[in-house]
């Protein structure tokens, strides 16, 4: 074609991909680079884009997007980057897939530390239900639960708890 692509690949002694470029007239657009266990399985990929930069120039992104996968034998089990999580669970002893479940990173976050309100809310109900708490109150909590961890209650929230 007449853009002058250029794609590069790059392999070690036991055939595995550990670095590819691309460039368009010279420029790099993408680089990625890749990292084996010695079972000679893929544990990271971290790839460089093209991005304009402070001063207004091009050039290739100064942080990689970083992407981690974990394994159970030969199977696939976790793809993570910064942006969401992939975890597959397979048939007992087959690589068919049985369930996927794909989870945004932010998702992640919440899930692993729930705040005061949230979990008090969740567990709240008499039949075990969840409850919902007027925003005033779980403005309050948010608050009470910040001044606690910081060892710092305030008079306003000791009033509050009497």
């Not at 942006?83 to 992640?108: C, D, K, M, N, W």
């Not at 729930?114 to 925003?135: I, T």
Request: aromatic share 10%.
């Amino acid at each position: 074609t007449d853009d002058e692509r250029t794609h590069r690949y790059h392999y070690d002694s036991q055939h595995r991909l550990v670095h590819y470029t691309r460039t368009q007239y010279a420029e790099p657009l993408v680089e990625s680079r890749y990292l084996y266990d010695p079972l000679g399985r893929r544990v990271a990929k971290r790839v460089w884009r093209r991005e304009r930069d402070l001063t207004g120039w091009m050039s290739l992104s100064r942080k990689p997007q970083v992407t981690w996968y974990g394994w159970d034998g030969d199977r696939l089990t976790t793809i993570q980057n910064d942006r969401s999580r992939i975890q597959t669970i397979y048939q007992p002893g087959s690589f068919t897939p049985l369930i996927r479940v794909e989870t945004a990173t932010g998702e992640l976050a919440r899930t692993q530390r729930r705040s005061l309100a949230d979990a008090l809310q969740q567990s709240g109900g008499e039949d075990g239900g969840s409850v919902v708490f007027p925003p005033v109150l779980v403005q309050m909590l948010d608050r009470l639960e910040s001044e606690i961890l910081a060892d710092r209650v305030s008079e306003e929230s000791r009033r509050w708890l009497a």
